[in-house]
């Protein structure tokens, strides 16, 4: 095995790890579960982005076609996923842990729909698969497969790599949309009839019933 296919290997690993992890996010009921995977998922992403930048500093820091050198190279497709889950998906796993904190105080507390939306929020999945994905590229070439030389491969590999990502964030988008609205509120029912308010009826005016013949406006 290549030693810079040694030190991609548990890279790509957490990458995938916490993709799937934080997949399964939005499907969890109860409050208790969620906040534990969240950590999971939060832990995973760290471990991720440490091993990322160790990887890739010590490639700039190196001189000539060292082990940290090659391995640096071919992780730099991950690099601009990876800056994507530092903005975006790390603060927002941290608000969700803290959030379904707040009702794991009995194990089967049901977690709410719009904590559930908040973890299928595209930017939180989305971004962690991509950098998994992005992963793989790097594994392959440091395997000996280099997809950004070979012709009739490269076209091939980029559109398959591309449509991936757009079935990925459509996947996401509708996913969070659905949770979305189950969060929202429940509409008012319109009135069917009329209603004498609360205010006007008095215990020494009782409301008058209406005859049948009455064809004239209700009276209160």
Request: proline letters at 8%; glycine letters at 10%.
């Amino acid at each position: 095995m290549e030693s810079h296919l040694a030190v991609l290997l548990p890279v790509a690993a957490v990458w995938l790890a916490a993709g799937y992890v934080a997949d399964g996010l939005p499907r969890i009921d109860r409050a208790h579960a969620l906040r534990r995977r969240a950590g999971w998922s939060l832990v995973l992403t760290l471990t991720g982005l440490g091993l990322t930048a160790a990887v890739l500093t010590a490639g700039l820091s190196s001189g000539g076609a060292t082990m940290a050198d090659r391995a640096a190279g071919n992780l730099a497709l991950a690099a601009g996923p990876a800056a994507l889950v530092t903005l975006c998906a790390v603060r927002r796993l941290r608000r969700l842990w803290a959030g379904a904190g707040a009702f794991a105080a009995a194990p089967d507390t049901p977690a709410p729909h719009g904590l559930r939306a908040a973890a299928a929020h595209p930017m939180i999945g989305l971004p962690l698969q991509v950098t998994g994905l992005a992963t793989v590229p790097a594994l392959l070439t440091a395997g000996g497969a280099d997809l950004l030389v070979e012709p009739g491969v490269t076209g091939p590999a980029i559109t398959l790599g591309a449509l991936c990502v757009a079935v990925l964030g459509v996947r996401h988008a509708l996913r969070h949309n659905r949770l979305a609205e189950r969060a929202l509120p429940a509409e008012p029912l319109a009135p069917t009839g009329w209603a004498v308010p609360v205010e006007r009826m008095t215990l020494a005016e009782p409301a008058e019933p209406a005859s049948a013949g009455a064809a004239g406006p209700l009276h209160v």
